[in-house]
């Protein structure tokens, strides 16, 4: 897959099949879109374009607003779409003035002049443009003067709940693992660096490594502990990861620290990727640093029960 990283560096392609969108997720709605685009370019010989926006849009339009945290960093998002299969990723800088052009603008700058479409693949609703003015019927309309035909996706329902990033991520802000990992179509996951703590879970007989996360606008799923799997270099092994400020120690500071079981390596400074799979408890202050060492016991007897199953 092909990245580019402005309209300058794109060169125009002879057939383009394109689609347009944030894909926050990369999630299960995202997906059908893609193979329906795959689909498409395969019949018609063409190519295949996903142009995504970064920074997302509503950091630049609400910039006062900070509640946003994203399911991926977009090197996970461009990944994701790799995976999928895309032949050209094209993230176009969001910047306030280029909020500001029109749809009509849009489709004769991006997708006309600067792509080369020939059909475009778009999501239920798929608004674009100046004030999201743009919508499936102006395409419909402007797409034959410009040699180019749309097609719309329905809305994509997995038992009845539509699928959106807004769904997913609320899932996660809840703790509901079971609703994001199916909206997904995979468990939710971080990346980071390992970093330095106090080494308080080496005291407590359970080592962790503390990460700290590539972005400030990922979401970090709510406080307690999960278990996990985690990736280190081309293995994948089984933990259990804590999200809290840690209230037995009356600690203020929000910390993300993993046990990987059966692991006693030094990583300072490396990546881990970290997949959630299941909420174990919620985040709990203690009386003291025995009982939470007893918790502890239970909590890894409890991860592991959940992933026993799992290969890896």
Partial sequence: MKIYYSLEDFSKLANGVVTSGTFDGVHLGHQKIIRRLKEVAEKSKGETVVITFWPHPRLILKPADDSLKLLNTFEEKAALLKEQGIQHLLRIPFTKEFSQISSQQFITTVLVNTIGTKKLVIGYDHRFGNNREGSFEQLKISGPAFGFEVEEIERQDIDHVAVSSSKIRKAL????????????????????????????????????????????????????????????????????????????????????????????????????????????????????????????????????????????
Avoid: C, W
Avoid at 191 to 211: E, F
């Fill in 173 to 312: 802000e809840e703790s509901d693992l079971e609703s994001a990992t199916h909206l997904l179509g995979r468990p939710y996951s971080i990346s980071g660096q390992v970093v330095r703590g106090d080494k308080l879970g080496r005291v407590l007989g359970y080592p962790t490594a503390n990460i700290d996360l590539d972005s400030r606008l990922k979401l970090i799923p709510a406080d307690g502990i999960y278990a996990v799997t985690v990736q280190h270099e081309h293995h994948v092994m089984k933990g259990m990861l804590y999200i809290g400020n840690r209230p037995t120690i009356n600690g203020t500071k929000k910390v993300i620290e993993v046990n990987i079981f059966d692991f006693n390596k030094e990583i300072y400074g490396e990546t881990l990727t970290v997949a959630f799979h299941q909420l174990i408890r919620t985040d709990t202050k203690f009386g003291d640093l025995e009982g939470l060492k007893n918790q502890l016991h239970q909590d890894k007897k409890d991860a592991l029960a959940i992933l026993e199953h799992m290969i890896i």
